[in-house]
């Protein structure tokens, strides 16, 4: 059956926090986050997911970054804590970057997210894309992309180990013959690399899932590389069948060099739905957000997602010009050159897509336009499921929840109720077995 994950926040569209169903500081309210997620819950949703930065837009045009929530929510760690004592079911995943954080701190994080929620945890494993978070964490400039997948292989190597410093049953909790854990099932890390050097153990007993879900949003050669070594789910930017198909075949066609089987990846690719009672009313819903958009918000989110490319001296209704490789996202800026060409776009029209769906694709139409579409692709062979990326929250959840998910639970695409307790029971993946660290 078909998986499905929503990113929650304000909503996709970069004006979503004009839409006048959506709450203007929905960026900052536990309370819109609880609500996404029990929405969420309600529809049978695998996973909530916080796609998540260490930084604000950037604050060098005030004038255009005043036009835009400076951040989409509040820490994502927190939130997800607090959404786990009012869900039961739903996975929480959370962007961690590995660029700025430490593996410690992260391997922690995750390991207590999974004990607070019964086993509902899930880390994005992420190089970082916004350079402006370098400034942040004492950096003069953001690291080449080759040194982020470099330090992102390493970081992951650890942090799967931190989370098998103990085994499932090394805490004894023997009153009478007073020990506490059993020493022969703790394990030191003692990993000494390039970028780290980590004695452990991990300070938190190993967690229900075993590891939290891992899931991995690249999809440079480099982070298909990462992701097949590392990761439970693939998040992906995919606008074409027959290139989603062979992103997928690629992909799940490196898993045998890791002694993995192609069922123990998910590729899900993000989709912005837009759903009417005709295909006249969802263009309604999708042109009224996108005349929100101020031309200059439009340009610097286009120039961001293209690897900050001032676009300023250009005709906004001209094509767009030859750009330098991208520092940031490469396969991002390569999807957007892509469908410039492709569509015969102008900097105005590509920035519409920008402010929409980050790349993502989007679909418009009835129930049963998106529910044919969603399956076409998923009889290709293009995706185990999506990831929704609505453009606006709570309504675009709910429209897909109440006019689509039906449509594919009566094809018998998607589930009637929770197969599980884990999200890795949900999405119907092993846990991980105890493993022996090798020397380091």
């Not at 494993?125 to 992309?145: I, W």
């Amino acid at each position: 059956m078909l998986k499905l994950g929503v990113i929650l926040d304000s909503g996709s569209h970069v004006a979503a926090w004009r839409h006048p169903d959506v709450p203007a500081d929905a960026a900052w309210s536990f309370a819109h986050a609880v609500n996404l997620a029990q929405i969420a819950e309600r529809g049978l949703f695998d996973m909530a997911f916080f796609a998540d930065s260490l930084a604000t837009r950037s604050m060098a045009d005030l004038a255009s970054a005043s036009l835009a929530e400076p951040s989409k929510h509040l820490e994502p760690m927190l939130l997800l804590a607090g959404i786990a004592a009012v869900t039961k079911h739903i996975g929480l995943v959370s962007t961690a970057t590995t660029t700025y954080y430490e593996p410690y701190h992260l391997a922690r994080f995750f390991a207590t997210l999974d004990h607070i929620s019964n086993g509902r945890a899930g880390w994005n494993l992420v190089t970082s894309q916004n350079s402006n978070e370098a400034g942040n964490f004492g950096q003069p400039q953001h690291p080449p992309r080759e040194d982020r997948y470099r330090r992102a292989r390493e970081f992951a190597h650890a942090v799967l180990g931190l989370w098998d410093s103990w085994e499932d049953d090394a805490f004894v909790y023997d009153k009478a013959g007073g020990r506490y854990f059993d020493p022969v099932k703790l394990q030191m890390l003692n990993h000494h690399g390039e970028e780290f050097a980590i004695r452990g153990p991990l300070n938190v007993p190993r967690s229900p899932q075993g590891w939290p879900v891992v899931t991995q949003a690249g999809s440079s050669e480099e982070g298909k590389a990462l992701g097949a070594e590392t990761a439970d789910i693939i998040f992906t930017a995919q606008n074409d069948l027959a290139t989603a198909v062979a992103f997928a075949d690629d992909v799940k066609g490196r898993l045998a060099a890791f002694g993995r089987d192609r069922s123990s990846l998910k590729v899900l690719p993000g989709i912005v739905p837009y759903v009417g009672a005709s295909r006249a009313e969802a263009k309604v819903k999708q042109n009224r957000l996108d005349a929100l958009i101020e031309p200059a918000l439009g340009l610097s989110v286009l120039s961001a997602l293209i690897g900050n490319v001032d676009l300023s001296g250009h005709d906004l209704d001209g094509p767009l010009p030859e750009l330098p490789p991208s520092n940031n996202s490469q396969s991002r800026q390569a999807l957007f050159v892509a469908a410039a060409r492709r569509d015969n776009l102008t900097i105005r029209q590509l920035y519409q897509r920008a402010c929409t769906a980050n790349g993502h694709r989007t679909i418009v139409g009835t129930p049963k336009d998106i529910a044919d579409d969603l399956e076409k692709w998923h009889r290709a062979g293009a995706a185990d499921g999506f990831v929704l990326i609505p453009a606006w929250l709570p309504g675009g959840l709910e429209d897909f929840i109440e006019q689509v998910v039906p449509i594919l639970q009566k094809r018998g695409l998607f589930r009637t109720a929770y197969e599980g307790s884990t999200l890795r029971e949900n999405l119907g993946l092993p846990r991980p077995a105890f493993r022996q660290h090798q020397d380091q």
